[in-house]
């Protein structure tokens, strides 16, 4: 069953997405910033599902074990630094917990969208937007473009992993290529950044 008729198609809601570390938190804060659009961001809604007590909590508890607590936190938080490392290393864990959360991320993003219904513009962050199969809540898609390199060395420095696992996660996205054919702006955050704000000035 469709999800369209819960929203507003009026609405212009821009996809954005990227691989990880290509930029996109930079680029939203700026959106923000300079037109102060709503910016709904999938991950926040990933943290906040997996916070204590919550269903989401106990499901991944009973399924990975008191190990996934990070016990040095005031409310026995799940330790999502190992979550992470587990899920990038075994492909089942990683299906287990994407098919838990996807689609609890993706209604409460249409939630949200409804709740902004007077807006006419939202910016959507989704990192996995074409893995997750997000794209039917977006009226466009605008993918960050970033050389591997350059991500490879984000990332490292960001999750302070060796360049081997670096290149192990960016691998298990989808590539580049493949989102392009399907994305409607490309934003270039190679290393002139007023390239993409100029990208950006143009189309809001």
């Not at 469709?2 to 507003?8: A, D, G, Q, V």
């Not at 591997?148 to 992993?161: A, D, H, P």
């Not at 996660?169 to 493949?178: A, P, R, S, T, V």
Request: with cysteine.
């Amino acid at each position: 069953m469709s999800i369209h008729p819960k929203l507003n198609n009026k609405q212009r809601r821009i996809g954005l997405t990227g691989g990880i570390a290509s930029g996109k938190s930079t680029i939203a804060k700026y959106i923000k910033e300079y037109i102060d659009i709503p910016i709904l961001d999938a991950d926040q809604y990933s943290k906040d599902l997996i916070k204590p007590k919550s269903n989401c909590y106990k499901k991944v508890i009973a399924y990975f074990g008191p190990q996934i607590v990070d016990h040095h936190s005031s409310e026995n938080e799940i330790n999502r630094a190992l979550l992470k490392k587990i899920i990038f290393e075994n492909s089942k864990h990683r299906k287990w917990i994407q098919n838990l959360l996807h689609p609890l991320i993706k209604e409460k993003m249409i939630e949200k969208c409804n709740q902004f219904d007077k807006n006419k513009n939202l910016v959507l962050v989704i990192p996995l937007l074409f893995e997750a199969k997000f794209t039917d809540i977006c009226t466009e898609i605008w993918l960050v473009k970033c050389p591997k390199e350059v991500q490879k060395k984000r990332l490292m420095k960001r999750n302070i992993i060796s360049e081997n696992q670096a290149e192990k996660i960016i691998n298990l996205q989808l590539n580049f290529e493949d989102k392009s054919k399907f994305s409607d702006v490309i934003l270039d955050n190679s290393d002139n950044k007023q390239l993409w704000k100029n990208t950006i000035q143009k189309l809001i």
